[in-house]
Every structure is written in structure tokens, then in C-alpha cells.
């Protein structure tokens, strides 16, 4: 993205061959570590869900505890809960990951139980949490944020080569898409 005059952003599109896009990306972090690029690739794959994130915590965490509507900043001041990122490049820094500590887990189990314990905040999806909101382990951290106060995203089914996929390979499919629906 470069800034215009008016100081909005402009997208910069450039194809790369996909057989060296990690070497560009690496390149390019290395030579512009102020300038965040990010790679979004095209797959061919059905949406099964969206991936709603909200921040999280135990109900006595000392952020629930707070007279005023949190922003940001009081987040940066509390103990951030991670999940480790399994890809094969880990250097991408969410927006919500600036808190000035970070414990990050091997597994989001890890991570949910630390938040239960009130050891800090976390961002994770609603789908997934929904039994500790309902028994109350968790809250909702209620942000005033214009921007920021949620993270989406969404789940892919994809196949690695969906010509090639097996009756066994689509019959899983087929049942990972109706519990999805439900």
C-alpha cells in the first residue's frame, strides 16, 4: 500500500510466480521491515463458516474491572493469551496482538484454560467458546473501539487436488459441510 496525498491508502497489485512467493515476501521484510505485506492467495474451496474473534476473559480479570469502556491502550497493559501460529512463517503481527506481554500456547486449550484462570486476555472465536460464555468462565471484553473491536475471518473447506479426492476423502467432505451448517 502507498499513501496518497489525501492520506488514503492505495492497494499495490503485483503478480509474483507462485513458486517464489515465500522468497519475495522474505525479501521484502527484510529490505522494508516498517512496510507490513501480506499475501492473499485465491483458493478454489467452499466457505463453511465465518470466524467471528472477540477479546475475552475470566470475569474477575482486572480489565472487567474497569469504570470506563476499554480501549485499546488498557489492552496493551494486560497479559495477552496466543495461540501458536502452526504455519511455516510465524512473523505476522496481528493488530490485536500489541499487548506489551504475550504468553503464547502450543495448543488453544492451553490458551483457554490461562484465560479461565484470569491470567489475561485472549481473542478467540465465539463458535468455539461458546460453552465457557454460557457457564460464565468467560466474558466478553465490551471494547470502544471504531475500528478493531472484532476480528473476522472464515473457514475453508479446500482440497489439495479436488479432482484427485477419493470417495473416503469426499464423503468427510460432505460431513465436515452439514455439521458446519448446523
Known sequence: ?????DNLATPII????????R????????DCPDIQLE??????????????FVAMAAPAHPLLQLELEMILE??????????????????????????????TMSHKAT???AARMGLGFAWYPEEVIREELAAGQLVHL????????????????????PDAAGP?????AELIRNASSQ
Not at 14 to 21: K, L, N, V
Not at 168 to 172: E, K, N, T, V
Request: aromatic share 6%; proline share 3%.
Open 23 to 30: 522468497q519475495c515476501l522474505e525479501a521484502f521484510a527484510q
Open 142 to 161: 465490551h471494547l470502544a473501539l471504531a475500528q478493531g473491536a472484532q476480528q473476522a475471518g472464515a473457514l475453508y473447506l479446500v482440497f489439495a487436488g
Open 74 to 103: 488498557d489492552l496493551r497493559q494486560h497479559r495477552h493469551l496466543l495461540s501458536r501460529d502452526s504455519g511455516s512463517s510465524r512473523t505476522r503481527k496481528l493488530a490485536c496482538q500489541s499487548a506489551q506481554t504475550r504468553w
Open 1 to 5: 500500500m502507498t499513501a496518497r496525498p
Open 168 to 172: 473416503g476423502a469426499q464423503r468427510l
Open 39 to 52: 499475501l492473499h492467495e485465491s483458493v478454489l474451496g467452499d466457505p463453511l463458516m465465518p470466524a467471528n
Open 111 to 113: 490458551s483457554f484454560r
Open 14 to 21: 503485483h503478480r509474483i510466480d507462485y513458486r517464489a512467493r
